[in-house]
């Protein structure tokens, strides 16, 4: 049986193992230009794995791009099929790649925890691992983004509704309306067909209560956001692009008509850019399929980065 002074001597080896596991994960000691797991980074229920790319040169105060897989993909595979990396290595900042812990690998965009502000799930694990970053690596806490393909989108756009002290922008490629996916008490990765297909219609103020009820009370700037979809996506079906234009410009109280429509240089033809205010834009591809192909550049253009 252990005494008390023993059980006191392991609390604060413990205490001091988990300070030197966090100290191990300073910025000076991840490899530059190497895609490096990282661990201990706070509250992490669902122990999503997380990634990070460091590049050569960091730039003072960094941003922080937080880039989440499609379903059935890996931060692997996000990294290895994106330039978010490669353009790090230009711009100097720095990324972080999600991975889901589910079977399918896709992520938890359906859970009452995962959509609310420090509620559980997926999303309170990224979240941490942002603000890991924000307190641990400099930071800048001004440029904290989301970006994220099908599964990553919703993800992205669940860690910008939940979490709008911590993402100040956020690009969905081919996502859903924050909490379209919702099915409580469900596995937190459950498939929701009637959002799938495009089937869930609400007003504008109905999706916009969904992102005020994830953090009750936030008063602070919602993050800026972009969206991204295909005309012929049958795997989250075009009408989830029209419910995310009704949930967005209700959160900004933007009028629902955009205040401009046009194809620009850098999009091929048949993308469409409304702008419907300074924080909001939804580009449509016509007849793109599930996903519309990365812009990258373009991403870093709207966040503010290029």
Same mark, same amino acid.
């Given at each position: 049986?252990?005494? /008390?002074?023993?059980?006191?001597?392991?609390?604060?080896?413990?205490?001091?193992?988990?300070?030197?596991?966090?100290?191990?994960?300073?910025?000076?000691?991840?490899?530059?230009?190497?895609?490096?797991?990282?661990?201990?980074?706070?509250? +992490?229920?669902?122990?999503?794995?997380?990634? %990070?790319?460091?590049?050569?040169?960091?730039?003072?105060?960094?941003?922080?791009?937080?880039?989440?897989?499609?379903?059935?993909?890996?931060?692997? *595979?996000?990294? *290895?099929?994106?330039?978010?990396?490669?353009?790090?290595?230009?711009?100097?900042?720095?990324?972080?790649?999600?991975?889901?812990?589910?079977?399918?690998?896709?992520?938890? %965009?359906?859970?009452?925890?995962?959509?609310?502000?420090?509620?559980?799930?997926?999303?309170?694990?990224?979240?941490?691992?942002?603000?890991?970053?924000?307190?641990?690596?400099?930071?800048?806490?001004?440029?904290?983004?989301?970006?994220?393909?099908?599964?990553?989108?919703?993800?992205?756009? %669940?860690?910008?509704?939940?979490?709008?002290?911590?993402?100040?922008?956020?690009?969905?490629?081919?996502?859903?309306?924050?909490?379209? $996916?919702?099915?409580?008490?469900?596995?937190?990765?459950?498939?929701?067909?009637?959002?799938?297909?495009?089937? /869930?219609?609400?007003?504008?103020?109905?999706?916009?209560?969904?992102?005020?009820?994830?953090?009750?009370?936030?008063?602070?700037?919602?993050?800026?956001?972009?969206?991204?979809?295909?005309?012929?996506?049958?795997?989250?079906?075009?009408?989830?692009?029209?419910?995310?234009?009704? *949930?967005?410009?209700?959160?900004?109280?933007?009028?629902?008509?955009?205040?401009?429509?046009?194809?620009?240089?850098?999009?091929?033809?048949?993308?469409?850019?409304?702008? $419907?205010?300074? +924080?909001?834009?939804?580009?449509?591809?016509?007849?793109?399929?599930?996903? %519309?192909? /990365?812009?990258?550049? @373009?991403?870093? @253009?709207?966040?503010?980065?290029?």
């Amino acid at each position: 049986m252990f005494s /008390l002074r023993s059980l006191l001597g392991l609390t604060v080896l413990f205490l001091l193992g988990q300070l030197a596991l966090a100290q191990s994960t300073s910025l000076a000691s991840i490899p530059a230009s190497k895609l490096t797991q990282i661990f201990n980074f706070g509250t +992490n229920p669902n122990n999503v794995q997380m990634f %990070v790319y460091k590049p050569a040169k960091v730039a003072t105060k960094p941003a922080l791009i937080v880039a989440s897989h499609f379903c059935t993909g890996t931060a692997q *595979q996000y990294f *290895q099929g994106s330039k978010f990396a490669s353009l790090a290595e230009t711009h100097g900042y720095i990324v972080l790649f999600p991975s889901s812990p589910h079977p399918g690998t896709c992520w938890d %965009v359906s859970s009452d925890a995962t959509l609310k502000h420090n509620g559980g799930g997926d999303s309170i694990g990224i979240a941490s691992a942002a603000r890991f970053a924000i307190a641990n690596w400099g930071v800048d806490p001004n440029r904290v983004f989301a970006v994220g393909t099908s599964s990553g989108a919703m993800m992205t756009s %669940v860690l910008t509704g939940a979490y709008p002290d911590v993402f100040k922008a956020g690009v969905v490629d081919s996502g859903v309306a924050f909490g379209c $996916f919702s099915l409580p008490g469900q596995p937190g990765d459950t498939w929701n067909e009637q959002c799938a297909s495009g089937q /869930l219609i609400l007003t504008g103020q109905q999706w916009a209560q969904r992102v005020f009820n994830a953090f009750p009370g936030f008063t602070g700037q919602r993050p800026k956001m972009q969206v991204w979809h295909g005309t012929a996506d049958t795997t989250l079906f075009p009408q989830n692009f029209f419910e995310e234009i009704k *949930q967005w410009t209700t959160v900004f109280g933007y009028p629902s008509t955009p205040i401009s429509n046009v194809s620009e240089p850098f999009l091929p033809a048949g993308y469409s850019n409304a702008t $419907f205010g300074p +924080n909001f834009q939804a580009i449509l591809a016509q007849g793109v399929g599930h996903t %519309v192909p /990365l812009f990258e550049q @373009q991403y870093l @253009q709207f966040l503010g980065i290029a």
